[in-house]
């Protein structure tokens, strides 16, 4: 047997490529894994029939009448992605001041709820509960006097949560960070007979300038408004609140909690995740969704590759979930890497 020329003792005993060398043993000792069972996929929705149009700052994104969203969700279900997360759009004379709009049995989320569960019975479907996309000034509550109104906000999300209820959604997911909603609506909830409807509460909202595309999508922005909505979602430098943000909603009857946006605030699901003791999903939010996706238009990034990366990311920092527009892609690559 040929003997090395150097000295064995200089040379390290451990050598961490040698897992990494072949295929089945980086597979043997992979830490984290992504799953379709970790998917929620996000919806936009507009009344209408035949209607899918696409959002010009979401490339691949698309605004769909409930007809053609039906027929997504046939995809949606073969894929077997267990949930899907609806947000309307909606056209600007039918906002107001009060949201009036997100109260009505005949809403274009209600309708497009009832009609989902009709086909697709197991299918999770989550209602946002904010005001935002029926407001006429952007804003997820009541404005008095160029304030939001956090407990005049609090009663109409109480009776939002109710309606999405009433017509068959499965969880409740309030967006709009006013203090003791959540409580609120859990008591809402039970004293009317829904105490097995889920609520996924946006504990730890940033005020984030990645949400652009998302607002055009719904339409809250339709006046080229540069909403701040700072006084209510919380400062990007700050952790230790989103904590204490997290710990309230869990002792107000959270089932589950989001931390949006995703990627800049890996730190935050991780912490999370260590110190609440709860089930935390990451939004990868709209900002982050058309970076990567007009970045690999431009051949800068393979999109397949950062995709998955990107939502390998949220596993790792120890989120239980990610809702995703790639989701559907994301779906199709596990199903081919089986």
Do not use: W
């Not at 053609?68 to 056209?91: C, D, Y």
């Not at 009541?142 to 009663?155: A, H, L, Q, S």
């Not at 990627?263 to 990451?282: G, Q, S, W």
């Amino acid at each position: 047997m040929k003997k090395n020329n150097y000295n064995t003792g200089s040379f390290p005993l451990t050598r961490m490529r040698r897992n990494r060398s072949k295929g089945f043993s980086r597979r043997l000792i992979k830490e984290n894994h992504l799953s379709v069972d970790d998917l929620i996929l996000p919806l936009f929705i507009t009344k209408g029939k035949n209607i899918s149009e696409e959002i010009k700052s979401m490339p691949g994104v698309f605004r769909s009448s409930p007809d053609q969203l039906l027929k997504l969700l046939e995809e949606v279900v073969a894929l077997g992605i267990p949930a899907v997360a609806l947000f309307p759009h909606t056209e600007k004379d039918l906002k107001d001041n009060s949201g009036t709009l997100a109260l009505r049995e005949d809403n274009l989320v209600c309708q497009t709820v009832r009609l989902i569960k009709k086909e697709f019975p197991k299918l999770g479907v989550i209602c946002d509960v904010a005001l935002d996309p029926y407001t006429d000034h952007g804003h997820d509550g009541i404005v008095i006097d160029g304030e939001v109104d956090n407990d005049r906000t609090v009663e109409i999300l109480c009776k939002q949560a109710l309606n999405q209820a009433a017509a068959g959604c499965d969880i409740v997911a309030p967006s709009d960070m006013m203090d003791g909603r959540v409580l609120a609506i859990r008591k809402r909830l039970d004293e009317n007979e829904f105490t097995n409807t889920q609520i996924m509460s946006y504990a730890a909202k940033y005020a984030s300038s990645f949400y652009g595309p998302f607002r055009d999508a719904v339409g809250s922005n339709s006046h080229k408004m540069n909403i701040d909505k700072s006084s209510y979602q919380m400062s990007p430098e700050n952790s230790d609140e989103a904590i204490r943000e997290v710990n309230l909603d869990i002792s107000e009857g959270a089932d589950m909690v989001i931390v949006k946006p995703g990627m800049p605030y890996l730190d935050i699901i991780y912490r999370v995740k260590k110190e609440c003791n709860i089930p935390v999903f990451a939004y990868q939010v709209s900002g982050e969704y058309s970076m990567i996706t007009l970045a690999s238009k431009n051949g800068y990034i393979d999109l397949n590759k950062a995709m998955m990366e990107s939502l390998i990311s949220f596993k790792r920092s120890g989120a239980d979930g990610v809702l995703s527009y790639f989701s559907i892609e994301i779906a199709k690559l596990l199903k081919s890497n089986i």
